[in-house]
């Protein structure tokens, strides 16, 4: 009870238990009380409180305590109607419009922000003038008058979730859409819709008692707080009492309802204390896999053609932020990926695993992982595959982690779900793997909230969870960015250590080349969506042909610079993708630039031993064509 209590805080303790005495006054009051709250003596018209009229008595010698008792009835019941009626329809309404196609969807919310600026009191106004004066009319009104703020909620709840790293990661899991909402959608948007419900059931009874007093709701004989108002209203001077207990209630019951509801919210989402809502808009993603063939012998996973796209703002075209890219990773290879914020890391290591992002379109010729050609598979056995056979690990681990649950239901999730590994096998699995990653206390801390955990050990968890289905590549984009140097080397030993225990292979896409160095065997430099050279991590640091290789290793501070000399810094920056540049996308910032740079992508070459590099200026076939270019673009 403490526990509780501790949980839903002062308020909420208030909330929940003025909710259960008002909800019991609505049902019992009009059974018990409806006969002294209806019964007119005009000899004791108009009494002040007494022992006999708590509240004393209206005009007509109505007891005002018992009538604002009964009138709880009506009042909260067309008030939830009408809250029923607005979640009805506005819920799916911005829902639908958060996946909707882009114009549809922008035009869906100017609408919604359009109707959101007019007051809701003086459209139901407006609406009850319309459809006639009536206790349903105005539930209708309310209802219609309030959907646009529902509407507009839903759209952003549905869209910043539907963006999280962790229905990514459930989709990738192959998990139904059912189950995604149930498990993920509800429990985190379910609590800031509990809130929601409750102010609008506060609002309603306002706006329904505001239209009754006007007239344009409940009519006599029937009564609720609103025609109780105007009774008081009409007395105001002589027996202000009687408009006492109708106002009192309806404020009372406002802070009730607002009260639970928060309570309500924090009992779904228990770090709704902890950090407000965020919410970022996102749109559906498409997948257009091409068929094609080859292989690769001996790989874990290969790629070839590979491009992902995006559609332009105006919806006409597409620009594309991985272009034609062939990416082969081995059996128990550690594999970076290095390359400037923006040059397509992330979207080809995704789509590698058949996780692209909402709104992008992948086309591969082939696609390969563990010998399967994945074009001649369907979805879903794909998607299997692919589940179990490789691991995610995203640089923010609390936006991959699903804050309403428990770090070991997380975990056991996949177990339980892909393998049909019984909970509490799968909970001995999660409590290994959390040891195993360097959590101390593991069998307490499995029961424990990502909340509770500090920014490494939801890292290392992230990195446990992959391990659950025993993968066989880990793709890991800059999961030490958000740490300390010294929480980084742990998590990067962790990954190491996994390496050599299980053989599992690592893709691990980081800007920084000193991550790269302590763990990868090999390194790949991506500039513009194209990869611009590929080769082992020493022959990286000490060999590199490619400019813009060079002009990174260039870029990073070591023991031995100078302290009076500035670092380098690549000239320029790199280009946003609608502004890409014809030939080799490094060209414009490339001091080595050629006129032949300008016009073609140079082919991948080998230069040596497992290394390869995109640039003219290292086939020997197109040497005679270089001259200087007059100018370099910075
Ligand atoms: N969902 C998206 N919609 C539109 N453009 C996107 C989307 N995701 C990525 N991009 C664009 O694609 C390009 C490559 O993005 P990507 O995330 O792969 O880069 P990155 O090299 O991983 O960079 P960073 O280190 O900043 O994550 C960028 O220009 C980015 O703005």
Same mark, same amino acid.
């Given at each position: 009870?403490?526990?509780?209590?501790?949980?839903?805080?002062?308020?909420?303790?208030?909330g929940?238990?003025?909710?259960?005495?008002?909800l019991?006054?609505?049902?019992?009051?009009?059974?018990f009380?409806?006969?002294?709250?209806?019964?007119?003596?005009?000899?004791?018209?108009?009494?002040?409180a007494?022992?006999?009229?708590?509240?004393?008595?209206?005009?007509? =010698?109505?007891?005002?305590?018992?009538?604002?008792?009964v009138?709880?009835?009506?009042?909260?019941?067309?008030?939830?109607?009408?809250?029923?009626?607005?979640?009805?329809?506005?819920?799916?309404?911005g829902?639908a419009?958060?996946?909707?196609?882009?114009r549809?969807?922008?035009?869906?919310?100017? #609408?919604?922000?359009?109707?959101?600026?007019?007051?809701?009191?003086?459209?139901?106004?407006?609406i009850?003038?319309?459809?006639?004066?009536?206790?349903?009319?105005?539930?209708?009104?309310?209802?219609?008058? =309030?959907?646009?703020?529902?509407?507009?909620? *839903?759209?952003?709840?549905?869209?910043?979730?539907?963006?999280?790293?962790y229905?990514?990661?459930?989709?990738?899991?192959?998990?139904?859409?059912?189950?995604?909402?149930?498990?993920?959608?509800?429990?985190?948007?379910?609590?800031?819709?509990?809130?929601?419900?409750?102010?609008s059931?506060?609002?309603?009874?306002?706006?329904?008692?505001?239209?009754?007093?006007?007239g344009?709701?409940?009519?006599?004989?029937?009564?609720?707080?609103?025609? #109780?108002?105007?009774?008081?209203?009409?007395?105001?001077?002589?027996?202000?009492?009687?408009?006492?207990?109708?106002?009192?209630?309806?404020a009372i019951?406002?802070?009730?309802?607002?009260?639970?509801?928060?309570?309500?919210?924090?009992?779904?989402?228990?770090q709704?204390?902890?950090?407000?809502?965020?919410?970022?808009?996102t749109?559906?993603g498409?997948?257009?896999?091409?068929?094609?063939?080859?292989?690769?012998?001996?790989?874990?996973?290969?790629?070839?053609?590979?491009?992902?796209?995006?559609?332009?703002?105006?919806?006409?075209?597409?620009?594309?932020?991985?272009?034609?890219?062939?990416?082969?990773?081995?059996? *128990?290879?550690?594999?970076?990926?290095?390359?400037?914020?923006?040059?397509?890391?992330?979207?080809?290591?995704?789509?590698?695993?058949?996780?692209?992002?909402?709104?992008?379109?992948?086309?591969v010729?082939?696609?390969?992982?563990?010998?399967?050609?994945?074009?001649?598979?369907?979805?879903?056995?794909?998607?299997?595959?692919?589940?179990?056979?490789?691991?995610?690990?995203f640089?923010?681990?609390?936006?991959?982690?699903n804050?309403?649950?428990?770090?070991?239901?997380?975990?056991?999730?996949?177990?339980?779900?892909?393998?049909?590994?019984?909970?509490?096998?799968?909970?001995?699995?999660?409590?290994?793997?959390?040891?195993?990653?360097?959590?101390?206390?593991?069998?307490?801390?499995?029961?424990?909230?990502?909340?509770?955990?500090?920014?490494?050990?939801?890292?290392?968890?992230?990195?446990? #969870?992959?391990? #659950?289905?025993?993968?066989?590549?880990?793709?890991?984009?800059?999961?030490?960015?958000?740490?300390?140097?010294?929480?980084?080397?742990?998590?990067?030993?962790?990954?190491?250590?996994?390496?050599?225990?299980?053989?599992?292979?690592?893709?691990?896409?980081?800007?920084?080349?000193?991550?790269?160095?302590?763990?990868?065997?090999?390194?790949?430099?991506?500039?513009?969506?194209?990869?611009v050279?590929?080769?082992?991590?020493?022959?990286?640091?000490?060999?590199?042909?490619?400019p813009?290789?060079?002009?990174?290793?260039?870029?990073?501070?070591?023991?031995?610079?100078?302290?009076?000399k500035?670092?380098?810094a690549?000239?320029?920056?790199?280009?946003?993708?609608?502004?890409m540049?014809?030939?080799?996308?490094?060209?414009?910032?490339?001091?080595?630039?050629?006129?032949?740079?300008?016009?073609?992508?140079?082919?991948?070459?080998?230069?040596?031993?497992?290394?390869t590099?995109?640039?003219?200026?290292?086939?020997?076939?197109?040497?005679?064509?270089?001259?200087?270019?007059?100018?370099?673009?910075?």
């Amino acid at each position: 009870m403490k526990r509780f209590s501790k949980r839903i805080g002062i308020e909420g303790v208030v909330g929940l238990t003025g909710l259960v005495i008002l909800l019991a006054i609505a049902v019992v009051a009009p059974v018990f009380l409806s006969e002294p709250a209806e019964r007119m003596d005009v000899l004791v018209a108009a009494e002040p409180a007494s022992k006999e009229y708590w509240l004393g008595t209206d005009n007509l =010698g109505r007891d005002v305590l018992a009538r604002t008792l009964v009138a709880a009835r009506l009042s909260i019941g067309l008030a939830i109607a009408a809250t029923f009626f607005k979640f009805l329809v506005g819920v799916p309404l911005g829902a639908a419009l958060a996946i909707a196609p882009k114009r549809i969807r922008n035009l869906g919310a100017r #609408m919604i922000d359009g109707a959101l600026a007019l007051p809701s009191i003086l459209v139901a106004i407006v609406i009850t003038t319309i459809i006639g004066p009536s206790a349903h009319g105005a539930v209708i009104a309310v209802a219609i008058a =309030g959907m646009p703020t529902i509407a507009r909620l *839903s759209f952003t709840l549905s869209a910043s979730v539907a963006g999280r790293d962790y229905i990514h990661g459930a989709r990738n899991l192959g998990v139904s859409p059912w189950y995604i909402i149930t498990r993920h959608v509800i429990p985190n948007t379910g609590d800031t819709f509990a809130v929601a419900i409750a102010s609008s059931i506060s609002l309603a009874i306002v706006e329904l008692a505001s239209l009754s007093f006007l007239g344009l709701g409940v009519h006599p004989p029937a009564y609720d707080w609103g025609t #109780m108002l105007v009774d008081g209203a009409q007395s105001i001077y002589s027996t202000p009492w009687a408009a006492l207990g109708p106002a009192a209630a309806i404020a009372i019951s406002g802070i009730i309802f607002s009260f639970a509801g928060e309570a309500i919210g924090r009992l779904l989402n228990p770090q709704r204390r902890k950090q407000g809502k965020a919410g970022t808009s996102t749109s559906g993603g498409q997948e257009v896999w091409s068929t094609g063939s080859g292989s690769d012998a001996g790989a874990l996973i290969s790629v070839k053609g590979l491009r992902v796209s995006f559609p332009t703002e105006d919806g006409d075209g597409e620009v594309a932020a991985v272009r034609d890219v062939d990416v082969t990773i081995n059996d *128990s290879e550690i594999v970076g990926i290095l390359g400037e914020s923006g040059s397509g890391k992330t979207l080809m290591a995704l789509s590698l695993g058949v996780l692209p992002p909402p709104g992008a379109a992948v086309s591969v010729q082939s696609h390969r992982f563990e010998d399967v050609d994945l074009n001649n598979i369907d979805q879903e056995a794909k998607k299997k595959l692919l589940a179990t056979g490789i691991a995610l690990v995203f640089q923010d681990p609390s936006a991959s982690l699903n804050p309403a649950l428990r770090v070991g239901t997380q975990l056991t999730e996949s177990a339980i779900y892909h393998r049909a590994v019984p909970p509490k096998v799968a909970r001995e699995a999660a409590v290994k793997r959390l040891q195993e990653v360097g959590i101390t206390g593991a069998q307490q801390v499995v029961n424990q909230y990502p909340h509770e955990f500090s920014g490494g050990m939801r890292q290392r968890a992230m990195i446990a #969870m992959g391990l #659950m289905n025993s993968p066989k590549l880990i793709i890991a984009d800059e999961p030490t960015t958000a740490l300390d140097v010294t929480v980084q080397a742990q998590v990067l030993d962790q990954l190491r250590g996994i390496n050599k225990t299980h053989g599992t292979a690592i893709l691990l896409i980081s800007h920084d080349i000193a991550v790269l160095y302590q763990i990868c065997t090999r390194i790949i430099v991506m500039y513009g969506g194209k990869i611009v050279e590929d080769a082992p991590v020493d022959v990286i640091l000490n060999e590199a042909r490619h400019p813009y290789t060079k002009a990174l290793l260039s870029a990073v501070l070591d023991a031995t610079h100078p302290k009076d000399k500035p670092l380098y810094a690549i000239p320029g920056r790199a280009p946003a993708l609608g502004e890409m540049p014809s030939g080799c996308p490094f060209h414009p910032r490339c001091s080595a630039a050629r006129a032949k740079c300008k016009g073609d992508f140079p082919a991948m070459t080998d230069v040596g031993p497992n290394h390869t590099v995109a640039c003219f200026q290292e086939d020997g076939s197109l040497a005679e064509d270089l001259r200087p270019l007059k100018s370099v673009a910075v």
